[in-house]
């Protein structure tokens, strides 16, 4: 009677073991190397949920993440591992990028499905995918994800060409007339950090759509979602990410997007050249010292080609109406343009060419399109209305990749963010306002919205650089402003903004001639190795009001701050120098006159010396801006 007692007692102690060790590993945690985010998992209900943690404070708390939301989930196994390595991009804002996560990976079962969710968390960032296997050819999936946030956090995001909209409260998002559409990549402000919510490597993941944020009123959460038609047995999501910084600017140099994407795709990536280009949209109608002025013709372009021979700008872009019509498989040119004369003058100076293609004008037939441009010898292709469409822009990416084309998407294009890495002949987009036709977004205190949101996503177009803003404003341009006197800036805020925008192509779009004429000026955009950088910072930034950024190729450093309409002054500590070293530095400035609505173009030029631990006083005007490039004296002239 005893041993039979002693054994069901046994049996008892180790069901409950059993089922208490079961429930247990319901529960999962991962933590980023330094410890400070921690990301837990587990079963709530019929779903797997997930909440993170910042220093031990929940920043999301209990939040769905689902493949399939209507089908049971249950968590069948778990494994951890650590990943230190770091990578070269071919260009970008830095050399060499750490790849240091620590990853959970969860085997779910779906009812008669198996999945695995990835979970992978860095200092400053995380991202979740799925992987699906068993869907049939042809049914739809979709990624769902809930952000649970406190109901006193703020939010921004993208508003195509109009000012990025927020600071929305989340508590107050029901009667909010801005919520029409919710674009990517949301900037989440909090006590502290702040957070960005968006989506990488959408790339590798065909059949996904883009991904759609919007706010559940009756749950009182935020949600995306991508939605697929499975077309492969295996299933992969784009991952959801969310990063975390302290600081708001260094969301914008947060490297976990690239590091989720895709490696090089592109075997030898030898022909892809970052750089600066010259631009003819919004010359037209400009009227040069010498009395000639410029158009859509042959002796126009040989003077872009010229200046940017003689100032070692690499290319010179294109823009619409070089032809009249597109037929199948057929351009046919503007009677004033000569191009094939354009391309051997381009080539017999040294400088590539890009060529604008607009889709609304005829189609030429993609199949063809780049394999044409190649032959011409175009070097890139800006492709203006695409629409929003997955497909057809990943298509695009592969193709012109395909002909050694760079690719500048124009018009509304898709943000897939970290396709730089995958396919770095993504140059850059316009995923921002880029245009002078309508001033309703382009105040300076847009660009900084811009700068600190539309920018997290990836390089942008946004052809900053205007020099003559008096003759600008005046009407002087056949494609200038709508409105008069409607473009508040400073000409070195606009040297400031080519900086401070992060792009594989600099798109600079003044005449020539205004740039020789403030030469000295020019020198800061003529002088910055585009795409080339070492290191890249946001040394202080304040949403709508001021940022200053800070980038690195060896040993020379340039600075670019711009401000608000208020005007100010930042102190810029150059803690980033190396000790020990002296350093000759040029000076940018607004002047005491200079005022970005009545003085636009006043500016000075001045030398120093500076070193480790110098705090710079970056005196800026109204709508104004402050420039530095900075490097050591003993190559001081070089």
């Known amino acids: 009677m005893y041993k039979m007692i002693s054994i069901e007692l046994r049996l008892i102690l180790f069901f409950s073991l059993l089922f208490n060790t079961?429930?247990?590993?319901?529960?999962?945690?991962?933590?980023?190397?330094?410890?400070?985010?921690?990301?837990?998992?587990?079963?709530v209900?019929?779903?797997?949920?997930?909440?993170?943690?910042?220093?031990?404070?929940?920043?999301?708390?209990?939040?769905?993440?689902?493949?399939?939301?209507?089908?049971?989930?249950?968590?069948?196994?778990?494994?951890v591992s650590t990943k230190n390595e770091s990578w070269a991009p071919i260009w970008g804002q830095f050399s060499e990028i750490s790849d240091h996560y620590n990853e959970l990976i969860l085997e779910i079962s779906l009812e008669d499905l198996s999945a695995k969710l990835i979970t992978r968390v860095y200092d400053h960032g995380l991202g979740f995918r799925y992987e699906l296997m068993g869907l049939g050819a042809g049914q739809e999936a979709t990624l769902y994800c809930e952000y649970k946030l406190d109901g006193n956090n703020s939010l921004y995001f993208p508003a195509g060409e109009n000012p990025p909209v927020g600071p929305l409260v989340i508590k107050d998002l029901g009667s909010a007339k801005e919520l029409d559409k919710?674009?990517?990549?949301?900037?989440?402000?909090?006590?502290?950090?702040?957070?960005?919510?968006?989506?990488?490597?959408?790339?590798?993941?065909?059949?996904?759509?883009?991904?759609?944020?919007?706010?559940?009123?009756?749950?009182?959460?935020?949600?995306?979602?991508?939605?697929?038609?499975?077309?492969?047995?295996?299933?992969?999501?784009?991952?959801?990410?969310?990063?975390?910084?302290?600081?708001?600017?260094?969301?914008?140099?947060?490297?976990?997007?690239?590091?989720?994407?895709?490696?090089?795709?592109?075997?030898?990536?030898?022909?892809?050249?970052?750089?600066?280009?010259?631009?003819?949209?919004?010359?037209?109608?400009?009227?040069?010292?010498?009395?000639?002025?410029y158009g859509i013709d042959t002796e126009s372009y040989l003077r872009f080609i010229d200046f940017a021979a003689e100032m070692d700008i690499e290319y010179f872009l294109i823009d619409d109406s070089w032809y009249k019509e597109v037929t199948s498989g057929k351009f046919e040119l503007s009677d004033k343009l000569d191009l094939q004369?354009?391309?051997?003058?381009?080539?017999?100076?040294?400088?590539?060419?890009?060529?604008?293609?607009?889709?609304?004008?005829?189609?030429?037939?993609?199949?063809?399109?780049?394999?044409?441009?190649?032959?011409?010898?175009?070097?890139?292709?800006?492709?203006?209305?695409?629409?929003?469409?997955?497909?057809?822009?990943?298509?695009?990416i592969t193709r012109s990749a395909a002909s050694h084309l760079l690719i500048d998407f124009h018009d509304r294009p898709l943000p897939f963010t970290g396709i730089e890495r995958t396919y770095a002949n993504a140059i850059t987009k316009e995923y921002c306002h880029a245009q002078?036709?309508?001033?309703?977004?382009?105040?300076?205190?847009?660009?900084?919205?811009?700068?600190?949101?539309?920018?997290?996503?990836?390089?942008?177009?946004?052809?900053?650089?205007?020099?003559?803003?008096?003759?600008?404003?005046?009407?002087?341009?056949?494609?200038?402003?709508?409105i008069t006197d409607s473009y508040v800036s400073t000409v070195v805020s606009e040297a400031a903004r080519t900086l401070i925008i992060h792009s594989g192509l600099v798109c600079i779009p003044d005449a020539p001639e205004e740039?020789?004429?403030?030469?000295?000026?020019?020198?800061?955009?003529?002088?910055?190795?585009?795409?080339?950088?070492?290191?890249?910072?946001?040394?202080?930034?304040?949403?709508?009001?001021?940022i200053s950024t800070a980038r690195r190729q060896g040993d020379n450093w340039f600075v670019g701050s711009v401000h608000d309409q208020q005007g100010g002054t930042l102190e810029i500590k150059l803690d980033f120098l190396q000790p020990g070293k002296e350093y000759q530095v040029t000076y940018y400035e607004d002047t005491d006159e200079t005022h970005g609505k009545t003085n636009p173009e006043a500016y000075r030029v001045r030398s120093g010396k500076v070193k480790n631990g110098d705090i710079i006083q970056a005196k800026m005007a109204p709508g104004g801006g402050h420039c530095m490039w900075i490097r050591p004296v003993k190559l001081a002239n070089n």
């Not at 949920?49 to 049971?72: D, M």
């Open 22 to 43: 079961a429930k247990a590993q319901s529960n999962f945690r991962v933590n980023s190397p330094d410890g400070n985010l921690e990301v837990q998992l587990s079963e």
């Open 182 to 293: 919710i674009h990517m990549p949301l900037v989440v402000e909090t006590n502290n950090p702040y957070l960005s919510i968006l989506e990488s490597d959408l790339f590798s993941a065909p059949g996904f759509e883009l991904i759609s944020l919007s706010y559940d009123e009756n749950k009182g959460i935020l949600v995306s979602s991508n939605t697929a038609q499975v077309t492969a047995e295996k299933l992969i999501t784009p991952w959801r990410v969310i990063l975390v910084n302290e600081q708001i600017g260094d969301l914008v140099t947060n490297t976990v997007p690239l590091n989720l994407a895709a490696p090089n795709q592109i075997e030898d990536p030898s022909w892809i050249k970052p750089g600066k280009t010259l631009w003819d949209w919004r010359v037209h109608g400009y009227t040069a010292p010498d009395g000639f002025t």
């Open 341 to 396: 004369k354009v391309i051997a003058y381009a080539a017999e100076k040294d400088v590539e060419l890009m060529l604008y293609y607009d889709i609304r004008h005829g189609e030429f037939g993609d199949e063809k399109l780049f394999e044409y441009y190649q032959s011409l010898g175009m070097k890139g292709i800006k492709y203006g209305f695409m629409g929003e469409d997955v497909p057809f822009t990943r298509d695009a």
């Open 436 to 482: 002078q036709d309508s001033r309703k977004a382009f105040t300076p205190e847009t660009f900084i919205k811009m700068a600190l949101i539309n920018a997290i996503q990836g390089p942008l177009d946004m052809n900053n650089g205007n020099f003559d803003l008096t003759g600008i404003n005046s009407g002087d341009r056949e494609k200038g402003p709508r």
């Open 45 to 79: 209900g019929e779903a797997v949920n997930y909440q993170v943690f910042w220093k031990g404070e929940a920043i999301i708390n209990s939040s769905e993440i689902s493949i399939l939301p209507n089908r049971t989930a249950k968590v069948e196994g778990s494994a």
């Open 515 to 546: 740039y020789l004429e403030k030469a000295d000026l020019f020198e800061f955009i003529q002088k910055q190795p585009v795409g080339k950088w070492d290191e890249s910072r946001v040394l202080q930034a304040k949403m709508g009001e001021y």
